[in-house]
Structures are given as C-alpha cells and as structure tokens.
C-alpha cells in the first residue's frame, strides 16, 4: 500500500515542500529512506521505529520505502519524523487517509513518541497556503510560532498518540492562537540614552545614524562608554513593524534563538560577536549553510566591539554586505542568499595601549605601532562607515551631575519623524533609508543648496574624497536635511555630515 504525506524542509531561510512517499511491500523486514536524506533524516528510521511502537502502534513487518520527493533536493534536519511516521501508520491501515491532502505535518520525534521542539518552524510553514496546504499539525512548542502565518489553521501535539486520535477523529486538538497584536510599548530596552553620562556629540552623531540607517565608528581611550552607547541604539530606533518583525523571527527561529514564550522577535537585533568568531559564525558555513552573525543582526544592529582586534579577511568580508545587504554563500550544489542588512557599530581604541591623544594618561605605544594599529582597518572598510565619532574621557563633574540626559524616548520620536519623511520619499522604491540608496537616486534626491555644492567642491579637493565618500556624504547630508525636515541640503546639513569623516590616518 502506498500513502502520500505532506510535510517541508529548509533551503537557506525559504521552505521546499516535501511528499512523505510511504510503500509497504512483501518481503524481508527492512526500513529504507531515499531521496537526498542526510545523516539527521536517515537517523530518523529508529527514531519512527521506536515512537510508532511506544505509543501504542504496530509498526510493520515489511519492506519499507519512504521517499522524499522532488529527490533532487537535499532533505536535512529532524523535521520529517512525524511525516514519516503518519505515512507509516496510513500505509499501513492503522490511521484513516481521508482528509491529509490538505494537511503539512512537521516535528521531530522522541522514542516515547512525544513531538520535540523543532528549528526553523516559522520559516517552514511561511509558505504552505501557496502549496494548498489549509492546516498545519507541529509540536505543541512550535504552535505559537507557526501561528503567526495568518490564514493557516496550526494543531499543536504532544504526543503520536494524541495526534493520530485526532487524525482518526477520536479526540479534538485545540487550534493554536495567533500571537497578540504587537504592542511596541510593552517593549523594555536594557539601556537607555540617558544612562549615558555626556558624550553629547556621540548621542548626537548616534541620532543621526539611526535617522538614515549609516554606519557608526566610535574611537576612544577605554572606558569612555563607547559599548554602552551601542548598547542603547536598539531603543532610539524606530519600532519594529509586523513584517520586519517576521522577517526577524524567521532567521531566529532557522538559529534555535526563538524564544518559546515569544515566538515574535519585537526588539532590533543586537549581536556583539568576539573578536575570535569563525567565518562560519560572522557569514555563514557549511554543508548545510545557517545563517551568521552579520544575518541574525539583518534589520538590526551589529556591533564589533575592539574592532581591530578582528582578523582582516574577516573584516573585509563585511563590505560586500554593506553594500549589497545581503551575503551570498555558495557550494557545488547551489548559492544561497542570507539577508543582512543591518547597522555597523563598531568600537576601537585610537592605539594598542590605548591612551593616545588622551590629556591625562600618556601613550606606551611607538608611532610607528599606533600607525599599524590604526590601519588594521582597511581604507575601503572605512570609507562604508559614513559617521566617524572620537568619544573623550568624561570628566568627574558630568559622572556625578544629578540631572540626567535625555532619555532614549524622546530621541526616538525624532528619528521616527525622520524615517516618516524617508518612507513617503521612497514610497515607490525598494528603500527604506537614505543610506540604502544607489548613486542614480543620490543625484535625485540628494540636492545640494548652490552655497553646499561649493563646500562640496571643495571638500572633495581638501579631504582627498573617494567617489563613494562622495556618495555617502551626500546620503547622509540628506538625513541631517530630513532631520530638520527640509526639502533640499543647506551648507550646516553638508558641514555636520563632513565632520564625520574618518580622522585616522589610513594612508
């Protein structure tokens, strides 16, 4: 006897549909799964084995075939147990055919033959209305998350049994409820702007960074609070909305960093890898590529605190992603695309020792070190970073002052209004902010007043400006104009956004 289950697998944060192909046939007992299985999915015949039996079922002795169709696309992952599994028991008479058509089962099974919490469930089930699919059986872990797909009717299990008595129409398992309505209120930040003692020209350069979305280089003597500053960006930056936020979930869900009680990723992310990170855990790697550092920050914040103290190669590995927002992993049997666009915040102090060009402590380092030291970071990393910022020392009186700063609140209302005049200024492109514009858009959008284009004409003979500097300038010149919510770049606008630039030498 034959039966046709469905159930999915992962392609990079997309899901393939897969028909569970179960056929029982006469001859010596055995268990075999074709169709590009790896490791994971071959294991699963003694995982099906063992559950089907201890939950009450009779698994056969026959010749067992599972197929995993279309064979030409590699099937990874725990996922495909329950499939499996429900295939075995309609081949084999033991649960009723009628009605599966329209039905994706997903899950992972333990040998008791309770349904596991399974990776990579939202991005699983994100396409099965497009297939036909009307209902969705997952581990009752999973229902919160998988019900975030509108439209779909999602049946968390516990357990084989209890999800085959339903299939039978025994018993009746509860649909999972949508997720509430995102109330970006109930949000709570860790750090607040205001926590942060002085260092108003840094609060300001940060305001304007997540105004347009540009990238952030903070350099300073130790304990500056140049971490604490990257820490509270998250709260100064606009809330998340529902497709962001899916978006978001989706590569959180893929990584195992979903949390089962919030199955709707509300906070921008915020990942701060060490300096000894691998390829693999910055981008991405493997046989099976997931999704890196720079891809769990897309929508959000990556920060490199001692951002020096990084390999090169890995470093550079981030301008292709600045650019493009994307990253771009490929193997002999395909390219996958990894979505990161993301904001740079990265953290470094002007020299190994890190004390020069403080007024008080007096640098150990010779120049020629501070000079190798300052140049770890290539010129064409530097020139993607639009917003350069030396963060000082803060003196006693600011650390003890009882007023406090402005809190992270009231700075985000103003970069919201900014990102207002940002959307309805792109509301026909694929934008959302300035920083993400080509230089065909930069010749529309970001006009110079006749007092600017010479401040510009000069700039560009005065700071040796490089046609992307050129760019970047422009672009972030326009997001101090939108903050002041006007129409074209006055002469302030363009000396702000000049002052940013990189004051190391970098020769």
Known sequence: MLAKISAATLVGLESAQV??????????????IVGL????????????????RNAGFVFPQKRVTVNLAPADVA????????????????????LAAEGLEESLFLGELALEG?????????????????????????????????????????????????????LNGMESLARAKPPDAVDNDAVVYDVDL??????????????VA??????????????TGKSLLAQAVSSILPPLSLEEAIEVSKIYSVCGLLQTDEPLVLKWPFRSPHHTVSHAGLVSGGRFPRPGEISQAHRGVLFLDEIPEFPTNLLDMLRQ?????????????????????????????????????DPVRTCTCNPAIVTRYQRKLSGPLLDRID?????????????????????????????????????????????????????????????????????????????????????????????????????????????????????????
Request: one cysteine or more; charged letters at 25%; a neutral charge.
């Open 19 to 32: 028909e569970v192909e179960v056929d029982l046939a006469d001859g010596l007992p055995s268990f075999v």
């Open 37 to 52: 299985p790896d490791t994971a999915v071959q294991e699963a015949r003694e995982r099906v084995r063992a559950a089907i």
């Open 75 to 94: 099937k990874e992952g725990t996922g495909l147990d329950v499939a499996i599994a429900i295939g075995i028991l309609v081949a084999s008479g033991q």
């Open 114 to 166: 309770a349904l596991r919490h399974t990776n990579g469930m939202l991005p699983l089930v994100s396409n099965a209305l497009r297939w036909g699919i009307r209902a969705a059986f997952v581990p009752e872990s999973n229902g919160a998350e998988a019900a975030i797909i509108s439209g779909l009717a999602v049946y968390p299990a516990t357990h084989l049994r209890q999800l085959v008595l339903h």
């Open 194 to 207: 205001a926590d942060v003692k002085g260092q108003e020209h840094a609060k300001r350069a940060l305001e």
């Open 210 to 223: 997540c105004s347009g979305g540009h990238n952030v280089l903070f350099s300073g003597p130790p304990g």
């Open 321 to 357: 992603p600045l650019e493009s927002g994307a990253v771009t992993i490929s193997r002999a049997s395909g390219s996958l695309t990894f979505p990161a666009q993301f904001l740079l915040i990265g953290a470094m102090n002007p020299c190994p020792c890190g004390w020069y060009g």
């Open 387 to 507: 917003i350069h910022v030396e963060v000082p020392r803060v003196e006693y009186d600011k650390l003890t002052e009882d007023r406090r700063g402005e809190p992270s609140a009231n700075v985000r209302k103003r970069v919201m209004r900014a990102r207002r005049v940002q959307q309805e200024r792109f509301a026909d492109l694929p934008f959302k902010t300035n920083a993400e514009i080509g230089p065909r858009h930069v010749r529309e959008y970001c006009v110079l007043q006749p007092e600017a284009q010479d401040l510009m004409r000069t700039a560009m003979d005065r700071m040796h400006l490089t046609a992307r500097s050129f760019h970047r300038v422009l672009k972030l010149a326009r997001t101090i104009a939108d903050m002041d919510e006007a129409d074209s770049i006055a002469v302030q606008h363009l000396a702000e956004a000049l002052q940013y630039r990189p004051k190391l030498n970098t020769s």
